[in-house]
């Protein structure tokens, strides 16, 4: 059975600084990777996705995670982020053998000015 | 405009009268779900569907129902609602494979008392 741990609820950041949300999965088989954007009153937006290939996957607005599978981690980074950035993150994993994506609990990203 | 539709958004019931969240998608997606969020628990799969009248218990199915009749539609039925169901409830779809993510509804609210 495949998990996810999301260690941080809240991560509070100042406007412009860097921001890393840390995401850690626990699988026996290849698993796919994704992160998810939910905007207050909102519903999830997939912000991005790793299949394959490239261990590094980009966002449009900015973001982007690696994959270690050594360290079994999918951490999500920005260089600098917008007070539009608040928002919760959720991390989730699946597997080419279940269409079933299981999350982590979230961490809420509040920017500040 | 690719989309899962839920409804209603907000919804206040009291305990024990049956009620039924509506979901439709228009990607033509054999895989669709529920989940319901809660806070520091992320989000609980429901009940999932495979393709129509294949469906198949979740995480926490207790006390839900689903059916999928038609292909497009995937309605969620609290036959008798009580507080603990009280939820923040998303329906989402995927074509089949694992490798998709989801598309998400905007949510429904729902508040038992």
């Known amino acids: 059975a495949q998990s996810v741990t999301q260690l941080d609820s809240q991560v509070p950041v100042f406007e412009e600084a860097p921001v890393e949300l840390r995401c850690n999965y626990s699988s026996s088989v290849s698993v796919y990777l994704f992160w998810y954007v939910q905007y207050p009153n909102q519903g999830l937006q997939l912000l991005l996705k790793y299949l394959s290939g490239s261990t590094l996957v980009e966002s449009i607005n900015g973001f982007e995670a690696e994959f270690n599978k050594s360290q079994t981690s999918f951490h999500l980074r920005k260089p600098s982020v917008h007070i539009s950035d608040t928002a919760e993150y959720f991390c989730a994993v699946s597997t080419w053998n279940t269409d079933k994506l299981i999350f982590g609990t979230g961490t809420r990203l509040q920017v500040f000015p | 405009e690719a989309q899962v539709t839920q409804n209603p958004r907000y919804l206040i019931t009291v305990t024990g009268k049956k009620l039924t969240v509506t979901c439709s998608q228009n990607?033509?997606?054999?895989?669709m779900s529920w989940y319901r969020q809660d806070p520091g628990l992320g989000l609980r799969q429901i009940y999932y569907?495979?393709?129509?009248?294949?469906?198949d218990k979740g995480d926490v199915p207790e006390g839900y129902k689903v059916s999928r009749k038609e292909k497009r539609n995937f309605p969620l039925i609290l036959e008798s609602p009580s507080p603990n169901q009280t939820s923040l409830y998303f329906c989402?779809?995927?074509?089949?494979?694992?490798?998709?993510?989801?598309?998400f509804g905007s949510g429904t609210r729902l508040t038992v008392v």
């Open positions: 569907s495979m393709n129509v009248e294949v469906t």
């Open positions: 989402a779809s995927s074509a089949v494979g694992g490798n998709y993510g989801y598309t």
């Open positions: 990607m033509n997606h054999e895989y």
